[in-house]
């Protein structure tokens, strides 16, 4: 897809990855970015970067009516950037269940939410992208992350699953797979798990820039980073060493 002159909506826009997506879709020369967050106040120092081309919007994943009323409020989005999401540390086994079905809730319902709302946005207004920002972790289960992976793994299939419905409608449908990255979420995992530490840590620039390299390039799976493509590679050729290397983490 063509990134110069698109319209975007970026959800999860406030920091990390989302923030940084915001800015290499302005560097690469788009109309308009709708940045969204749960908080529109939080938006501002984004809006701030560049306010004739970026608008707020309220997203909240857990609740429709944001979500309805953004398609409303978007309704010329081309390139929809699903990277809003939550997370939960814990053994399943052991963890609060509530908090499990939070993470699932958040993470593939309300993406799903999303997708529902603009998939008719962007196929009136001539066709487009969808961009489902995933995970490494879909491939395998982290035992201390909870029902992250699990929700990732979900949100993995979901991918897929809409890719042949939505391509008639000239909407293209792209995974990205980050591994570990340096974003306040990451920070958090390692105040509960230290072995993360061990592992190198991309930028959320270079996430970004290697998204958008992506989608112009009409790949389907993205890993956007060192140690995800490292991942990538292996999950094409080995998928239970995939499966053996992220459970032992």
């Given amino acids: 897809m063509d990134i110069e002159g698109s319209v975007v909506l970026v959800t999860g826009a406030n920091r990390g990855i989302g923030r940084a997506l915001v800015d290499a879709f302005l560097a690469r020369g788009a109309a308009r970015v709708y940045a969204a ?19 707020p919007v309220e997203v909240d994943l857990s609740a429709p009516d944001t ?4 398609a409303t409020t978007a309704a010329d989005v081309t390139l929809l950037v699903n990277n809003a999401g ?5 053994h399943l086994l052991d963890m609060d269940l509530a908090l499990v079905e939070e993470v699932m809730r958040t993470n593939y319902l309300g993406t799903l939410r999303v997708l529902r709302a603009f998939a008719p946005v962007i196929e009136g207004n001539g066709g487009g992208a969808v961009v489902n920002v995933i995970s490494i972790g879909a491939f395998g289960g982290t035992p201390s992350l909870g029902g992250y992976p699990a929700s990732k793994a979900a949100l993995h ?3 897929q699953a809409v890719r042949p419905d939505l391509a008639p409608r000239g909407i293209s449908v792209h995974g990205v797979f980050p591994g570990p990255v340096d974003t306040d979420m990451f920070d958090d995992v390692l105040g ?3 072995v993360f530490g ?7 620039a270079e996430v970004a820039r290697a998204t958008l390299d992506g989608i112009a390039a009409d790949a389907e799976d993205i890993f956007p980073d060192s140690f995800a493509a490292e991942v990538g590679e292996m999950w094409r050729v ?5 499966e053996r290397r992220l459970s032992g983490i």
């Fill in 37 to 55: 967050a749960r908080n529109p106040a939080s938006l501002d120092p984004v809006v701030a970067g560049d306010p004739a081309r970026v608008v």
């Fill in 67 to 70: 979500i309805a009323a953004a």
């Fill in 86 to 90: 939550s997370h939960g540390m814990g």
């Fill in 157 to 159: 299939s979901l991918t």
């Fill in 192 to 194: 509960h798990e230290p």
């Fill in 198 to 204: 061990e592992f190198p840590r991309a930028t959320a």
């Fill in 238 to 242: 080995d998928p239970k060493g995939v």
